[in-house]
């Protein structure tokens, strides 16, 4: 999950060098921490919220496949 995210954020961003994405678990879920550029926030999360809801649709749906509870935080 965690390499699908970032594949995802890098095609969205200009500056991919500073594309991270840190996993935790927390509880029965895994939490997945996006980090970008700053110059980059309004390009991964879209106007209203758009791009961002896709990146955890995208996201909810593989970690489904695998028996698994996901969720995507940007920062």
């Known amino acids: 999950?965690?390499?699908l995210v970032k594949v995802l954020a890098k095609a969205l961003v200009e500056n991919p060098d500073a594309v991270e994405v840190e996993e935790t678990q927390e509880e029965d879920r895994t939490v997945l921490k996006l980090h970008v550029a700053q110059e980059d926030m309004?390009?991964?999360?879209?106007?209203q919220?758009?791009?961002?809801?896709?990146i955890r649709t995208i996201v909810k749906s593989a970690a489904t496949?695998?028996?698994k509870k996901v969720t995507v935080d940007i920062d």
């Open 65 to 67: 496949r695998e028996n």
């Open 49 to 54: 919220g758009r791009i961002a809801k896709a």
């Open 1 to 3: 999950m965690q390499e």
């Open 42 to 47: 309004g390009r991964v999360i879209g106007k």
